[in-house]
């Protein structure tokens, strides 16, 4: 259900006028950062770079398929449960709180195959 208006990217050779073309012909204007500018991209910068210390540096992807299923499990992590600062330490999709009682537990969920671990108190 999301449309796309445009695609910011930088200048890198890999992107050739056919891709541009794509975008085009799928109704999305192609805005390019400046020349010699690194900071230009700096949020996708820094949101790649979070997802690869985190997550694909420490796996073996072994097709796409994998890797789609592996992104898609960190990306549901990344915006539940992983704590941001600019957030005062919530996530950006805060799940409902559930206030710890004396005799409550924690329960533990493992993600990509317990690469990653999740704690909340039990309801």
Not at 13 to 38: E, H, L, M, N
């Amino acid at each position: 259900g999301h449309r796309f208006w445009f695609l910011l990217r930088d200048r890198d050779t890999k992107f050739t006028a056919s891709v541009d073309a794509v975008f085009a012909g799928a109704g999305i204007d192609v805005v390019r950062t400046p020349p010699q500018a690194p900071q230009a991209n700096a949020i996708a910068e820094r949101r790649i770079g979070t997802a690869c210390r985190e997550c694909t540096d420490r796996l073996l992807i072994v097709s796409e398929r994998h890797l789609t299923a592996v992104l898609d499990s960190y990306a549901e992590h990344f915006n539940t449960h992983r704590p941001h600062r600019s957030l005062g330490q919530h996530p950006p999709d805060l799940p409902p709180a559930v206030a710890p009682t004396p005799d409550s537990t924690i329960r533990r969920t493992r993600i990509l195959g317990s690469m990653i671990n999740e704690y909340r108190n039990a309801a």
